[in-house]
């Protein structure tokens, strides 16, 4: 594991304090994935590191005529700002050497996803998916993020010249909290979160390098599973449900033991609605969407499945070392204070 974030988690408050900025990345080394560049251990991967290893935070945001955020109270569907931040940031600008640089990209919402693309047609190079190494580095001419969701990625400048600027995009129409539409919209001023200027040569060379491995996935013994669970994520009264039930954190309604593996089935059948689904503590990978293999970006461990409209993920669960209390929600945080969550506790 490497590119961890928190929130507060207050339920009923989750969506305006996150919203208002009460979230932080957390980082996690080891000696395969080690924050060091010149790393001599030959287990290194030596990824770009230091100030060429930067976490990017991106929200979006409204602001009223006295410049405060404003946060809809009333609005349960989801909230779309008008304005993107990055790092707190409206739209800024970084300044880049002609090198590699890993990107530790983060959506804290609270409602909008997010599809990354660079201004140049560059493709990024993914090594990461909510913060586990993929098994292999992953070239990529966009990324796709729910809230919550991680991606490592690396970008090279090293072809670019002296004065070159490049934009971080978000081109992934979304026009309400039902999730985005799935259309690309076209290169404009709006679609630019983040401005790349290249304004030195590095002081020494690049010593960062991205292996064509990076972590093998243990595989996956189906003979491990001793039950499947099925959690339907649908609206009901104007709010949000799990099977029908809306969150009481004095219900219990999973019990999976210690040293277990169990198959959880995610159904979504409300349409459009999409939702970003995240189960606390315990990891997952995904077996299936709709029947069919994930793609290559999801073969890896992940806590956060974008869950879309008239869509059915199969995700297998192993219930490792500890025991306690656990819940799974939306990350759409609106959609998480109005109760699509649940609580789930691991038994001896």
Not at 32 to 42: A, K
Not at 257 to 272: H, I, K
Not at 275 to 289: M, V
Request: net charge neutral; charged share 25%.
């Amino acid at each position: 594991m490497n590119t961890l974030w928190y929130h507060d988690h207050r339920f009923d408050f989750t969506a305006q304090n996150v919203y208002k900025g009460l979230a932080g990345f957390y980082l996690l080394f080891d000696e395969v994935d080690s924050g060091d560049e010149t790393d001599p251990n030959p287990r290194a991967l030596r990824l770009p590191s230091g100030e060429f290893d930067v976490p990017l935070m991106f929200a979006d945001k409204v602001f009223d005529a006295d410049g405060q955020v404003f946060f809809d109270f009333f609005n349960l569907d989801g909230i779309l700002g008008d304005k993107f931040i990055v790092n707190g940031a409206i739209q800024p600008f970084f300044k880049v050497a002609r090198r590699k640089y890993r990107f530790r990209l983060l959506n804290t919402g609270p409602s909008r996803f997010y599809e990354f693309f660079l201004s140049n047609g560059q493709p990024f190079v993914q090594i990461s998916n909510d913060g586990n190494l993929l098994p292999q580095p992953l070239p990529r001419t966009s990324v796709r993020l729910g809230v919550a969701e991680r991606a490592d990625v690396v970008v090279d400048f090293s072809h670019l010249r002296i004065g070159d600027r490049v934009f971080l995009e978000n081109r992934l129409e979304q026009t309400s909290g039902r999730g985005p539409t799935g259309k690309i919209l076209p290169q404009s001023s709006a679609t630019q979160l983040l401005r790349f200027d290249v304004d030195r040569n590095p002081s020494e060379p690049d010593p960062s390098r991205v292996p064509p491995t990076l972590r093998a996935l243990p595989t996956i013994d189906m003979r491990e599973v001793v039950a499947t669970r099925t959690w339907r994520f649908e609206r009901k009264n104007g709010a949000w449900a799990i099977n029908g039930k809306f969150f009481n954190v004095n219900e219990v309604r999973a019990t999976p033991r210690r040293g277990t593996a169990e198959v959880w089935v995610l159904q979504n059948n409300s349409g459009d609605w999409q939702h970003p689904i995240h189960i606390h503590f315990e990891e997952h990978r995904i077996l299936s969407r709709n029947g069919a293999a994930p793609p290559p970006e999801e073969v890896s461990r992940k806590d956060v499945v974008r869950l879309q409209g008239n869509e059915e993920v199969r995700i297998f669960l192993r219930f490792r070392d500890f025991l306690g209390r656990y819940p799974m929600h939306c990350h759409n945080v609106v959609h998480e204070d109005h109760a699509m969550m649940l609580r789930w506790d691991i038994v001896p």
